[in-house]
């Protein structure tokens, strides 16, 4: 054996160069790096909620402000329509997941099918959210607005604070803003990418690894729902 | 783009085992029975009073980072991935831990020391 192929050897550990040690592509790393940057800012959110939660005596109680099907009945429904919402992002990751897989098969039709799945399912939760929404800013709620002082009793199980419904409003619509507009942007993103495979671009490049890195955005934004569903609604 | 670099990454790709359609939904099945499991406590034990709101909040967190753990794990694929890859994504959660610690032990005080609003 003589020194040079000595030297080759030296390289073939996974971090002495040249190749990707954790054998995951470029964009894919990143994808999960921005993804983690973007955990810490919905974390902050999250937890600034939760401080200001600790700091209140009292604090609206979640099954009395969320018990509304917009459409359907006006009260007595807690958690339902948010369970609506919840199945349905639950169900459009199934459904990315799924076009992942036939991406794995090259199977351009399949991934076609379940990103056009997963797309509507991304509308179908932002249209529920648009619900939402305007059903509590008919109760008066908003940044920087609540119900009139008479009507807070109805979102209490305890005794009543403005202050806290005020922070409790202005983080809901700021957090499940924030969120939405994530929502949002998988959908946008969703959109391009399915264009893209209807197009043939990634049956041309030979590998669906952009529906793979989209569909890590796409399972985060499930992710962070579910924290959200956790301690908006049940907590 | 990068078509031309991951022809390794390519190869390295296919050393995963992927997710079959069975695996799928099995994780989707056990997302649904956790979500039930909260929809179940939230209208029915907690309103009954078999279970204290602490121990109801407690259980909730619990529920959720399961959830959390296979959506990461099975959807994105965390759990097929490098050592390396899975430390420096999930051990940085720990300023996250620190944060919470912090900022809840404030908030703590705030409400023993302010007057009611």
Not at chain 1, 29 to 40: C, P, Q, R
Not at chain 1, 119 to 139: D, P, T
Not at chain 1, 153 to 174: D, I, K, M, P, R
Request: charged residues 10%.
């Amino acid at each position: 054996m003589d020194s040079l192929s000595q030297l080759d050897q030296v390289k073939t550990t996974p971090w002495s160069g040249g190749r990707s040690p954790w054998s995951v592509e470029y964009g894919k790393i990143m994808m999960w790096f921005f993804l983690l940057s973007d955990a810490f800012t919905f974390s902050a959110l999250l937890v600034y909620y939760g401080a200001q939660r600790f700091s209140k005596f009292t604090w609206p109680d979640p099954d009395l402000v969320f018990q509304s099907i917009p459409g359907l009945t006006d009260s007595g429904a807690p958690l339902v329509f948010v369970g609506i919402m919840t199945f349905i992002l639950i169900m459009s990751s199934v459904t990315m997941v799924l076009a992942v897989e036939a991406g794995h098969r090259n199977s351009k039709k399949e991934v076609i099918g379940w990103m056009i799945a997963t797309v509507i399912g991304g509308f179908m939760f932002l249209g529920c959210q648009a619900l939402e929404w305007s059903h509590l800013f008919h109760e008066g709620f908003g940044w920087g607005e609540i119900p009139a002082a008479e009507h807070l009793e109805h979102f209490f199980s305890g005794e009543v604070s403005t202050v806290a419904t005020q922070q409790f409003a202005n983080l809901f619509f700021t957090i499940t803003g924030f969120h939405g507009f994530h929502v949002f942007t998988g959908v946008v993103l969703n959109v391009i990418i399915l264009c893209m495979t209807i197009a043939g671009v990634f049956e041309r490049r030979g590998h669906y690894l952009m529906v793979e890195k989209v569909g890590l955005y796409w399972h985060f934004v499930d992710l962070v729902w579910v924290f959200v569903f956790t301690f908006f609604y049940l907590i | 783009m990068s078509e031309h670099i991951h022809t390794t990454d390519g190869h390295a790709h296919g050393e995963h085992e992927g997710l079959t359609k069975k695996k799928i939904w099995q994780v989707f099945g056990i997302l649904l029975l956790i979500t039930v499991i909260e929809f179940f406590i939230a209208l029915w034990v907690l309103p009954h009073g078999y279970m204290s709101h602490m121990v109801g909040n407690i259980i909730y967190i619990g529920l959720t980072l399961l959830k959390a753990f296979y959506i990461v794990a099975y959807f994105m694929h965390l759990k097929y991935e490098k050592l390396g890859l899975q430390m420096s994504l999930t051990v940085t959660f720990i300023f996250i831990i620190y944060f919470i610690v912090l900022l809840l032990i404030e908030g703590g005080y705030l409400q023993l020391h302010m007057p009611f609003q």
